[in-house]
């Protein structure tokens, strides 16, 4: 167990539809990022908060948005959903002194989009 | 083309035997290497970093880097059935709006029978 949270685990919706993941990094842990799993991409990096600050952009669709909240946890918002979508999230959270490849990943939200 | 190219195996090896995992890359800019593993229906797990060229051991997990050739490889001695899953290279270049960006290949298989 890493310590980061995801919910939640599995999440069946429509074409059209908006979700929202949720996640809860480790304790002490600032740094919040978001990825996304497919068979055909691979692991690809989302986007990284900071202590409720945006710090980092890599591939995130402009259908998807996220923000880190005061408390720490993170949201990622993914609206318009497309069949493409569908793939597996997760969510990671590295510890406050910079080690910022030290990633601790949670279990993942399982995306299907019918 | 794909800045990190990792063979997606799949790689079935008997147990006790030596494991060599490969991944190339074409970003320069990356001065950060690290190997995730990941096992099924779970988050990847970090199993080891190395900044810039050299050799990191750790137990049975022996990592190289290799700037000037963009090649980084893992080894694992005396493998077990424990060490089945799939395993991740992920790389990361300094500072900027890059900081904490992972960018991952696509993942090796590895399969250990006893």
């Known amino acids: 167990d890493s310590g980061v949270t995801q919910t939640p685990k599995h999440l069946i919706t429509a074409t059209g539809q908006r979700v929202t993941l949720r996640c809860s990094p480790r304790s002490g842990d600032l740094s919040v990022y978001w990825y996304q799993q497919s068979l055909d991409q691979g692991l690809q990096f989302l986007i990284q908060?900071?202590?409720?600050?945006?710090?980092a952009k890599g591939n995130i669709l402009e259908r998807f948005s996220a923000q880190q909240f005061p408390d720490l946890h993170s949201e990622l918002n993914l609206s318009s959903l497309e069949l493409g979508d569908s793939a597996l999230y997760f969510c990671a959270s590295s510890p406050p002194d910079g080690l910022f490849y030290e990633q601790y990943f949670g279990p993942g939200t399982r995306l299907t989009v019918t | 083309q794909k800045e990190v190219e990792q063979d997606p195996g799949p790689l079935s090896v008997p147990e006790g035997a030596i494991v060599s995992l490969n991944c190339t890359y074409s970003n320069s800019a990356f001065q950060y290497f690290m190997w995730y593993r990941q096992y099924s229906r779970k988050g990847p797990e970090l199993l080891m970093y190395?900044?810039?060229?050299g050799n990191k051991e750790d137990g049975r997990f022996t990592a190289q880097v290799d700037k000037s050739s963009k090649y980084i490889s893992l080894f694992i001695r005396d493998s077990q059935p424990s060490d089945s899953a799939t395993y991740l290279c992920?790389?990361?270049?300094?500072?900027?709006?890059?900081?904490?960006?992972?960018?991952f290949g696509q993942g090796t298989i590895l399969t250990v029978h006893p």
């Open positions: 992920a790389m990361s270049d300094t500072g900027g709006t890059s900081y904490g960006k992972l960018t």
């Open positions: 190395t900044y810039s060229s």
């Open positions: 908060y900071y202590n409720g600050e945006e710090r």
